[in-house]
């Protein structure tokens, strides 16, 4: 009985300091870019893309500091600065095949947004490439206009 509750005493400690808070970082997806990314999968699917196309968090992390910088005035809106944004996922997992959108508008539901970002020429093709993974990210300026990018990429299983 003894051993029983040495045991018991000791484990108990362990157990309530491995549940501690967690204070990792996490992603917070709002509901717009949620609602995006499954307009984009419903198009796919509608177009005869039935294949896996994850919402990808770490892809929604860049996108979403990409659409910051250019609703910050720190990046103009277009796709040319998202290489640094495709080095950092390229070191955190095997992505290729990067895939983006980028739009400023003052749409602020999902269908409204797709069906902008479909008036960008070769949108259509872009999004039915041979992608598995997709993150959003919107963020506002001070003037009401969202600015919305869209990463895609493909990433072996």
């Known amino acids: ?23 990792g970082s996490y992603t917070q997806v709002k509901q717009i870019e949620h609602q ?5 999968k419903t198009y ?3 177009n005869g893309l ?10 929604v ?16 809106v277009g796709i040319q600065g998202l290489d640094e944004h495709y080095a950092t996922l390229s070191n955190k997992f095997n992505f290729y095949n990067y895939n983006a959108m980028v739009l400023k508008t003052i749409a602020n ?5 797709l069906t902008e970002l479909l008036l960008i020429p ?11 993974q997709c993150g959003v990210g919107v963020e506002s300026d001070t ?7 869209v990463l895609m990429a493909k990433a072996d299983s």
């Open 36 to 40: 995006i990314y499954v307009n984009i």
């Open 1 to 23: 009985m003894r051993i029983k509750r040495l045991l018991f005493l000791i484990t108990v400690p362990l157990m309530l300091y491995s549940c501690s808070d967690d204070n």
């Open 44 to 46: 796919r699917e509608e």
């Open 109 to 113: 539901n999902e269908d409204q947004v």
């Open 61 to 76: 992390i860049e996108a979403q500091l990409y659409s910051y910088k250019m609703a910050s005035g720190l990046e103009e």
């Open 143 to 149: 003037a009401g206009f969202n600015y919305v990018t």
């Open 50 to 59: 039935t294949g896996a196309f994850a919402e990808q968090y770490l892809m």
């Open 122 to 132: 070769g949108a259509d093709s872009t999004l039915l490439e041979d992608l598995t």
